[in-house]
Every structure is written in structure tokens, then in C-alpha cells.
């Protein structure tokens, strides 16, 4: 029987020699082909919470929206003419050919900025960018999705490829955590998630406030309410990289290997594909080779968490 530590991994990064080898910038030159800007018009905004607001963009040219393609997991440059742009997770479902849904949180320059917009506002996309969760490598398994966070927006994609799959699918849970209830995103899908898709969901909140009924507590609390079956489980795992990293090794104890788990890197971007060198890890390009890892990827990439 395979250890479970000593998997071949999946990608060529693990055998890279991080101290000696050089970026192949000819290879990455190949990623500025796919770099086609689109012009959108904001159609819908709701604000999550106090810091969270969801956007809901439509490619203006018809013929652009008719090719425009994403797999879950992939992030796009969001454009905000006069201000720069930022790497954003597409967070709706990659079989929505009409719009695309952002789930963005006000950091700073860019984002505030956008914070200011309303319908009707235009912005400008680059992409789809990066590797994306393999989707059809986890069918026929069970799948864990947990996210920390603002971690819900990646892990919003693959939620849907699942629903629109869930017959391939065993038994599939969310299990979400945030600091405060309040921030909890996405609640008005709850219901569906559960009661539509079958998906069981687990949510708890670091610091309870008054009248939440649900659970207190950090994310890892949430295994004691779920059994796991690790010779047949997937994992995804999005959110800050001291949870991840804490989950992660969590399910390593619990026996599903590393390369069945899956997280989404977040670095500082510009290009997002391959040319500026500002999100690279050793030899890796976030940008281009991620954001999507399995994590004994991450485990091999020196300062990667
Ligand atoms: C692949 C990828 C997907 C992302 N998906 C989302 C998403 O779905 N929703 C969302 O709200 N945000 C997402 N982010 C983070 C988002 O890109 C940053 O919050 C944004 O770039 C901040 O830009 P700003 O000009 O508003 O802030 P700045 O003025 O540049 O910085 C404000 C603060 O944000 C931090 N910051 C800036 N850029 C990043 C970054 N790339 N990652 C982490 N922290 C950063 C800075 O350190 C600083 O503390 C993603 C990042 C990556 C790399
Ligand atoms: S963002 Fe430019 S190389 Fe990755």
C-alpha cells in the first residue's frame, strides 16, 4: 500500500530546483495570446456585508461573450480605467454564458474605487487566467469544500459545477467559517445549496454575537460534526493561508493525500500571465502555473505559505 506522504506529485514544479532554475520566459510568452481585453457593463450590484459587494458583469460585444470561456478556479484582471487592475475569482458558474458574478472586498485602492461605481458602470477584463480545481478528476467522490472567509468566492465556482454535476458526485459538504456571523456571504443560497443540491452545509463563527444560533469556533471544530472517508474524498480548501495550512494538515492526520487537496494561492499581480514576474514563488508563476495547487505542490514551493 502507497504511502499517502510519498504520492508522485502531480505537477513538474515539485521536482523543480527552486535555487537554480531559471523562469523559461519563452514559454510564458505564450500565455500574452490568450491576453484579450473585454469591455463590460456592470448590470447588478449587491452588498454582502459591510465589506463585501457582489458585481455582476455582462461582456458588451456579443461576439466577445459568445467565446468567452472560464473552468472553475480561474480568476480574471478586473480593470477600473484611472485606477489599475486587480485579480479577481470568477465566482459564479462557468455554464452561465450571459454574466459573470464577482464576489470583491473593499482592500484598498482599486477596490474602494470600484466600491464607488454603480449599475451601469463600465470596466475592462483581462482573461480567464490560471489553472482551475480539476473537476472531473473529483467526480465519483466525495467532496469537501471549505473555505475561511472571503475563501467562499473561489470555492463559489466549483459549488456550482458540482450542483449542475451533483449525480456524479457522493456525499458533498461546505464547511464555512468566519470570524464574526456577520460576515458570513452568501446566506440567501443556504437553502438551495442544501434542500436543492443536496449539499450538506456546516457553518461556525469565531466570536458568536447576539442571537446566533449556529456554532463558535474555529473552522477545525467543524470535523468533529462530519465523517470522512479518505480513501475516497476530495478537498478544497480556500481562504488565508494560516487556514489552509492548519486544515490542510488536519485532513493529512485524517488520511487523504495531499494531492487530493486542493487551494487557491493569493499573490500580488499585474500581468496575470506570466510576463511581470511580481506573483512568482521561487521558479513558479502564481499567475500562470496557479493560483490553483494541490497541496503537496504548496508543501514543495519555498515560501509559497
Ligand atoms: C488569484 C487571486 C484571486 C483573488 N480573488 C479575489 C476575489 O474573488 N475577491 C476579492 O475581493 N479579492 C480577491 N483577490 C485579492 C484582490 O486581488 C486584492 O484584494 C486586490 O488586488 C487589492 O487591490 P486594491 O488596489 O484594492 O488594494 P491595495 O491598495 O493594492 O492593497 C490593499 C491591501 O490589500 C492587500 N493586497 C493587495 N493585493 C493583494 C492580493 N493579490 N492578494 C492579497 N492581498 C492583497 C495589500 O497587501 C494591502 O494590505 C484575489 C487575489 C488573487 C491573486
Ligand atoms: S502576475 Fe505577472 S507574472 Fe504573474
Known sequence: M?????????????????????????????????????????TNIVRLTEQEKLFKLR?????????????????LMLELPGYGDVPI???????????????IRKAGHVTSALFT?????????????GSSFPMDEMAGNNVL?????????????????????????LNVAVLYGVKEPSQLLFTYQFDEWEK?????????????????????????????????????????????????KVVCSYLDNLGIPMNRMFVSLERRMHCGMGKCCR????????????????YWSVMNLKEAI
Open 2 to 42: 502507497p504511502d499517502k506522504h510519498f504520492v508522485i506529485p502531480r505537477q513538474d514544479i515539485n521536482r523543480e530546483d527552486f535555487t537554480s532554475s531559471i523562469p523559461d520566459f519563452n514559454r510564458r510568452s505564450e500565455f500574452m495570446k490568450t491576453d484579450m481585453g473585454h469591455k463590460c457593463i456592470i
Open 59 to 75: 461582456i458588451i460585444d456579443p461576439h466577445e461573450q459568445g467565446i468567452f470561456r472560464f473552468k472553475p478556479g480561474q480568476f
Open 89 to 103: 475569482s470568477i465566482s459564479s458558474s462557468n455554464s452561465n454564458h450571459e454574466f459573470l458574478e464577482l464576489c
Open 117 to 129: 461605481l454603480s449599475e451601469g458602470a463600465h470596466v475592462a477584463i483581462r482573461g480567464p487566467f
Open 145 to 169: 469544500l471549505i473555505a475561511g472567509g472571503l475563501g467562499i468566492a473561489p470555492l463559489r465556482a466549483p459549488l456550482f459545477w458540482i450542483s449542475e454535476h451533483r449525480e456524479r458526485f
Open 196 to 244: 436543492i443540491n443536496h449539499i450538506t452545509l456546516h457553518t461556525i463563527a469565531e466570536h458568536a454575537e447576539a442571537g446566533w444560533r449556529g456554532k463558535s469556533g474555529m473552522i477545525t471544530d467543524l470535523f468533529q460534526d462530519i465523517s470522512i472517508d479518505s480513501e475516497h474524498t476530495y478537498a478544497i480548501v480556500c481562504g488565508p493561508p494560516v487556514m489552509f
Open 279 to 294: 506573483c512568482m514563488v521561487g521558479s513558479t508563476f502564481t499567475c500562470v502555473d496557479g493560483p490553483v495547487f494541490d
